[in-house]
């Protein structure tokens, strides 16, 4: 009867076992689905195309990078260590936060945070959009904003390359200056870059989703989309 006993108990563990791991299995083909939902809903893409593959919207127009390099004489308050400087890019619906001074590789002095990094947005209008920066602190130091400023992407050269020092404007009326953010942008049409304009049909289609994928995840607050996409 013991031998009884244990037999069928392996069974039943055994089929239990069997039991969880396709309900695990279930569970990831389900968290898969949704995270490929809401990836497509960020960035509209156009129709599908003869070979599988998916092209982006004509509503798009082209690409702006903007590489965020440092700020200088930023009017933080508070001690060093309280102090942690941001960047908020803002273009339409689209916004993408940079990393915190902390958080990067490169030493600093105060008030003048490094940053070195890159994103990249979808335009849909040159003429008419806004590239917004928003300088950002610490809640500790007492002073979380720091100050804005803009940049109309009509006022790029014919090239679409532009690196400039901007002039930060004060959050509040009646701050004095507000020092000065570095940014290396840049704007190219899909006509300048056909690869990004082909449909991913080709042995070329996983790179190119593998940089869209990667852009939508430092992309916030995408358009069409309610939640946010990290």
Do not use: I, Y
């Amino acid at each position: 009867v013991s031998l009884l006993f244990v037999v069928q108990a392996c069974v039943f563990c055994s089929v239990l076992r069997q039991t969880c791991l396709l309900l695990l299995l279930l569970m990831l083909m389900l968290q898969v689905d949704s995270l490929e939902q809401a990836l497509l809903a960020a960035l509209p893409l156009g129709p599908q195309g003869v070979a599988g593959g998916v092209s982006l919207p004509d509503l798009f127009r082209g690409e702006l990078t903007v590489l965020l390099r440092e700020g200088r004489d930023l009017p933080v308050w508070g001690m060093p260590w309280q102090s942690n400087p941001w960047v908020r890019l803002v273009l339409g619906e689209q916004a993408v936060a940079s990393r915190r001074d902390s958080e990067t590789s490169t030493a600093s002095r105060h008030g003048a945070p490094v940053w070195n990094q890159e994103v990249q947005f979808l335009v849909e209008d040159p003429d008419k959009q806004v590239l917004e920066v928003w300088v950002n602190d610490s809640h500790l130091t007492g002073r979380p904003k720091l100050g804005r400023a803009r940049l109309q992407l009509r006022d790029l050269p014919p090239d679409g390359r532009l690196s400039l020092w901007l002039p930060l404007e004060p959050v509040n009326p009646g701050q004095g200056p507000q020092g000065e953010v570095l940014l290396d942008v840049t704007f190219k049409t899909f006509e300048d870059d056909e690869q990004v304009r082909a449909v991913w049909g080709s042995g070329d289609a996983p790179r190119r989703m593998g940089r869209w994928m990667g852009r939508l995840r430092v992309v916030t607050c995408a358009r069409r989309v309610s939640r946010c996409v990290v």
